[in-house]
């Protein structure tokens, strides 16, 4: 079956620390990979998805088939980054049917 | 360019009512998805519609229902609810579903007493 799980309910981290925010997925096909974010009194938004390769905010996100992860990244957090991410799997065919994780809190103290 | 728009924002219904949510997704968005958001289960597919048919379906009780207009705009519908089916209920559009970029509204607030 397919799933996306986030082990880490929150997550604390000192600004200027590294953080990485775990996604993993069970999925038998080609994945097709989102990281959503929801900033305190906002709406979710899409961060970054792995077929673009960008890097948003300084946050990357590098697909890992073998290990079926894909991890969040940035290297030095900023305060501004403390939200509520969601890695989201999409679910084949061309419907929009996302996959979500349950969630991770990233709360960056200064 | 307008946002995804959600009303109402917030609903309160007492068990047994029924209820309608409605959705505008973005100009020129013709696919749009519903999810429910529960402390919970987190977000959970509802059901996704594109050029006013349904493509896709979550698990979900047939007392969820939706539908979309010929202008994209969407609703849905939820008869005969349950202490359950308090929760934020959010919209998504895109242009095409797919893997292109999903849009969020800000949600229905639905609590059920």
């Known amino acids: 079956a397919q799933r996306v799980t986030q082990p880490e309910k929150l997550l604390s981290v000192f600004k200027g620390a590294p953080v990485e925010l775990k996604c993993n997925y069970s999925y038998s096909g080609s994945p097709e990979l989102f990281w959503y974010v929801q900033y305190s009194r906002q709406r979710l938004q899409l961060l970054l998805r792995?077929?673009s390769r960008e890097s948003i905010k300084g946050f990357t996100a590098d697909l890992n088939k073998g290990e079926t992860s894909f991890h969040l990244k940035k290297p030095f957090a900023q305060e501004e980054d403390s939200a509520m991410y969601y890695c989201?799997?999409?679910?084949?065919?061309?419907?929009?049917?996302?996959?979500f994780g349950q969630g991770t809190t990233l709360q960056v103290k200064p | 360019k307008a946002g995804v728009t959600q009303t109402p924002r917030y609903l309160i219904k007492t068990r047994g009512q029924q209820v309608t949510l409605s959705c505008s997704p973005i100009?020129?968005?013709?696919?749009v998805s519903w999810y429910q958001q529960t402390p919970g289960q987190g977000l959970q597919f509802l059901f996704e519609?594109?050029?006013?048919?349904?493509?896709n379906k979550g698990n979900f009780p047939g007392r969820f229902s939706g539908r979309q207009f010929s202008n994209s705009r969407s609703e849905m519908n939820v008869s005969t609810l349950e202490l359950g089916d308090s929760a934020l209920y959010l919209c998504?559009?895109?242009?095409?579903?797919?893997?292109?970029?999903?849009?969020f509204g800000q949600g229905t607030r639905l609590t059920v007493v």
């Open positions: 519609y594109f050029s006013e048919t349904q493509r």
């Open positions: 100009s020129g968005h013709r696919s």
């Open positions: 998504a559009s895109s242009d095409q579903g797919g893997v292109t970029e999903a849009f």
């Open positions: 989201a799997l999409f679910y084949s065919g061309n419907t929009g049917k996302l996959i």
């Open positions: 792995h077929i």
